[in-house]
């Protein structure tokens, strides 16, 4: 029997944990990248060629997005974890009656929520300054949702793992940095030689990237429905591991 | 009687230390029962395996009939613990936590805010409601945590040396809240390192060593078990030297005199004989049976010099 209360007790804590710091949480990601977006797009906006039509500009403007919202989904679940563990709160959780799977469901939902916060703080001050579009605005929704989701879910696998900032901090950088930076973020995976373009090909962010781009331009480097397959089994295989995690009390449970 | 909780042979082993071997009792519904041992022992183990902080690696646990594995739902809502390390919280004041952990047991609405207020006045934290729980002091976090493990009126109350590093005042305002719990009809398990507290609190305990049952009985049975009684002798001429047998029962010197501990079963003439044949020059004797805490050091030293 699902504890529905217990499963919203935990999601709103989650959520107004970010929000209560939402100077750090929300504002700023959504000001470094507009800085991004500043300075990449003014700088090379007709020197490098995208899709056609589209300035450079518009091009990563949903890259952007999603990298910031990749970004901020990891960090909510992790470090609200890694801070539960070091603070000890986590105990509080832990001797409730929440079963695993509630609990890994709220602190996604929440990672979920604040990546897409972030995300539409990012879209509606883009476009006071650029013309974009959303052709297929479904696909932009359901993209937001399961990449958050997958990186949530990702978070919270560091978070357990992790024994101090250091190593979540390791992860962060070593790990989730450059696979969203080689993402296709700043650029069309076409544009790269072809070994780079192959390379590509084995990094899951790619996908979440390029089927989030779809829903805006209706083009993208792959098909749309290879994105969706990438992105949900990647999400389906961190949700399990968490999941035995959770269940065998890794890190968490003495 | 029923049981409030019951251990069959729980095991729990870390990498470098079997922290748990086999530890086996029960718990009747309604005691306030002692979980004595030294440190290392086991006793948060156990306490932790109990609540589901901690997995054992075999055996089983049961709250109130269930299992605290497969029904830990039934389990965790009739526990409430009272973990040793002080918790903090930077996100939220006191009553929000509060408020959150009713959540999580599903408790809401007018009645549940209500228990809220009344925890918070009992346990003196009425003004520090709106407060960060980084700026309460140690003492104030212990009542904050105490708060926590009652929010949901679990049936069975584990405090897990809930009265370390507090000031006297609060220590007794703790014990008072505590005995009346007690007497509300709430079972209380309690491990402490203070053993006259244990002694006048408990009406059961057990003794854990190195991670085993070394005793368990009623705290008063034990304690007329235990195969000593003290005789304090208060003597004219303390500077006399001990001959004889008499060497060997000081336990303690003092001052004016002596304490021996000797046999239970043996006669007090001879005893006498001996301090005679010392030339102590007896100026007052007194007798008693064994403390909580000299049975606890016997039981759990005997131990230690058996190893050696």
């Known amino acids: ?39 990449f797009g003014q700088v090379v906006d007709s020197r490098i060629e995208t899709y056609a039509g589209l300035t450079y500009s518009q091009f990563i403007i949903p890259g952007l997005i999603m990298m910031a919202l990749l970004q901020n989904a990891f960090s909510n679940s992790s470090s609200s974890l890694i801070q539960s563990k070091m603070h000890g709160n986590l105990t509080f959780v832990l001797l409730s009656p929440i079963s695993a799977f509630e609990f890994y469901l709220a602190f996604v939902a929440a990672a979920v929520v604040r990546g897409v916060v972030v995300g539409v703080g990012i879209l509606l001050v883009s476009i006071i300054w650029f013309d974009l579009s959303w052709q297929q605005p479904l696909w932009i929704l359901l993209f937001a949702v399961l990449s958050a989701a997958m990186m949530g879910g990702l978070g919270m696998m560091a978070g357990i793992i992790s024994d101090k900032y250091d190593h979540l901090a390791g ?20 544009s790269l030689p072809e070994f780079w373009q192959q390379v590509s090909y084995f990094n899951p962010f790619f996908y979440m990237v390029d089927g989030f781009r779809y829903g805006f331009f209706a083009q993208a480097d792959v098909s749309v429905y290879l994105s969706l397959l990438v992105t949900t089994v990647f999400l389906i295989l961190v949700s399990v591991i968490n999941l035995i995690l959770l269940h065998k009390g890794v890190k968490i449970r003495g | 009687m029923s049981l409030a909780v019951k251990f069959d042979n729980v095991v729990k082993n ?83 936590l509060l408020e959150l952990q009713s959540g999580y047991f599903g408790l809401k609405g007018q009645v549940q805010r209500n228990w809220i207020d009344e925890l918070l006045q009992r346990l003196a934290l009425s003004e520090k409601a709106g407060a960060n729980t980084n700026e309460l002091s140690g003492g104030m976090k212990r009542r904050v945590l105490i708060a926590m493990a009652l929010v949901h009126k679990p049936r069975v109350i584990v405090l897990d040396e809930p009265t370390a590093g507090v000031d006297v005042d609060l220590r007794r305002t703790l014990w008072d809240f505590t005995k009346e719990l007690h007497q509300q009809g709430h079972t209380v398990i309690l491990t402490t390192h203070y053993l006259e507290e244990a002694e006048a609190l408990c009406d059961k305990v057990a003794i854990l060593n190195k991670g085993q049952v070394q005793a368990i009985d009623d705290t008063q049975a034990l304690l007329s078990k235990h195969p000593y009684r003290y005789l304090k002798v208060k003597v004219a001429n303390p500077e006399a030297s001990l001959v004889g047998p008499l060497q060997k029962l000081v336990v303690d010197k003092e001052p004016s005199g002596y304490v021996f501990q000797v046999d239970k079963n043996s006669s007090m003439t001879q005893a006498m004989a001996w301090m005679e044949q010392s030339g102590l020059e007896v100026v007052d004797v007194s007798s008693r049976d064994a403390t909580l805490e000299e049975v606890f050091l016997d039981l759990t030293s005997a131990e230690v010099s058996a190893d050696v």
């Open chain 1, 171 to 190: 992860f962060q950088n070593f790990v989730i940095m450059p696979l969203t930076f080689l993402s296709g973020v700043f650029y069309s995976i076409h």
């Open chain 1, 1 to 39: 029997m699902f504890n529905f209360a217990g499963f919203w007790a935990l999601f709103i804590k989650e959520v107004r944990r970010f929000y209560s710091v939402m100077v750090q949480t929300v504002f700023a990601p959504v000001i470094s990248t507009l800085l991004f977006l500043l300075v």
């Open chain 2, 14 to 96: 870390y990498p470098n230390v079997q922290a748990l071997k086999g530890v086996s009792f029960d718990v009747e519904e309604g005691a306030f029962f002692g979980l004595l041992g030294p440190n290392g022992a086991g006793k948060s183990t156990l306490i932790n395996a109990m609540s589901g902080l901690v997995l054992a690696d075999s055996g089983q646990i049961k709250v109130q009939g269930f299992d605290v594995v497969s029904d830990y739902r039934t389990t965790r809502r009739a526990l409430g613990l009272v973990p040793q390390e002080l918790i903090a919280d930077p996100f939220f004041t006191i009553r929000e």
